[in-house]
């Protein structure tokens, strides 16, 4: 398994826990070591989608993946 297979896999056992909170999770690349992602529904704009980001779906994939540098949500680099 290749190691964006592995972060698509983590992303899809978190997918339930922001679909709960009305949100949702879009895989869109990796690259450099990087995992760009796409935050939607209510988590796109909750005020707490850095700590979200961060400390939930970056831990958990550097946990499993350590060459992981970073997560990226997309939304900020569109909207900057």
């Known amino acids: ?8 896999e983590i992303i899809d056992k ?4 922001l679909i709960s909170d009305g ?3 879009e895989f869109v690349r990796y690259e450099n070591n ?3 992602i796409k935050m939607l529904g209510a988590c796109a704009g909750c005020e707490l989608i850095d700590i ?3 400390d939930g779906i970056e ?3 550097k946990e499993e993946i350590p060459s992981v540098k970073e997560v990226i949500n997309i939304n900020d680099i ?3």
Do not use: H, Q, W
């Open 1 to 8: 398994m290749t190691d964006e297979e592995k972060i698509i």
């Open 14 to 17: 978190l997918r339930p826990f």
């Open 23 to 25: 949100g949702n999770i």
């Open 34 to 36: 990087i995992v760009y």
């Open 52 to 54: 979200t980001i961060k």
């Open 59 to 61: 831990g958990a994939i």
């Open 78 to 80: 569109t909207s900057a």
